[in-house]
């Protein structure tokens, strides 16, 4: 069964500035990952996904993650934040997407 | 093309009684989910269809809670004798199939219990 860590509950970042939203993955099988976002008051959407290829995927609103097999993470980033980005995001793996209790990206003026 | 629409949005109830929340997902997907998200929490799986039969239904907490997806199309989450601790925002989402592909979520249902 593959399951996924996300180790900061809340991450505060100034406009502008970069982030890197931390996901560790533990799977004894091939590895899928997703990373959906949820601002606030509305649903669930999907930010990116890894299922094969590039280990370097883009997603939407500039973002991208990397898969590192040896490091068996799956890290979120963005080079310069907006207000706007502030949410809950969620990695986690497809089908019945066990989500952790999420990052929560708070981004100040 | 429409989304997945939940209905109600919002269910405000007393204790001990039933509830139906429902959810249409968008046309052609097969596969149905539904999932719990208490506040501060992460989504909680409860059970997923494909076509007509649950596939999974290891999430649902107890007895009381059920759903049904009787043509493959749209599903009902009902959940009985309802408890103050059921009280979350209750999420659908649909996909074309199981398996690695995207899930699309409807907006959700906030259920009050008082």
């Known amino acids: 069964a593959q399951s996924v860590t996300q180790l900061d509950s809340q991450v505060p970042v100034f406009e502008e500035a970069p982030v890197e939203l931390r996901c560790n993955y533990s799977?004894?099988?091939?590895?899928?990952l997703f990373w959906y976002v949820q601002y606030p008051n509305q649903g669930l959407q999907l930010l990116l996904k890894?299922?094969?290829?590039?280990?370097l995927v883009k997603g939407i609103n500039g973002f991208e993650a990397e898969f590192n097999k040896s490091q068996t993470s799956f890290h979120l980033r963005k080079p310069s934040v907006h207000i706007s980005d502030t949410a809950e995001y969620f990695c986690a793996p497809p089908n019945k997407l066990i989500f952790g209790a999420g990052t929560r990206l708070a981004v100040h003026p | 093309g429409a989304g997945v629409s939940q209905t109600p949005s919002n269910k405000v109830t007393e204790k001990g009684k039933y509830v139906e929340l429902r959810c249409d997902p968008i046309?052609?997907?097969?596969?149905l989910y539904w999932y719990r998200q208490s506040l501060g929490q992460g989504p909680e799986f409860l059970i997923y269809?494909?076509?007509?039969?649950?596939?999974?239904d290891s999430g649902l907490p107890n007895d009381r809670f059920f759903a049904v997806r009787p043509e493959g199309s749209v599903s009902t989450l009902k959940i009985q004798r309802t408890e103050r601790g059921d009280s979350a925002v209750y999420l659908c989402a649909s996909s074309l199939s199981i398996g690695n592909n995207e899930q699309f979520f409807g907006p959700g249902t906030r259920l009050t219990v008082l």
């Open positions: 799977s004894s099988v091939s590895v899928y």
């Open positions: 890894y299922l094969s290829g590039s280990t």
């Open positions: 269809f494909q076509g007509t039969g649950a596939a999974d």
């Open positions: 046309s052609g997907h097969t596969a």
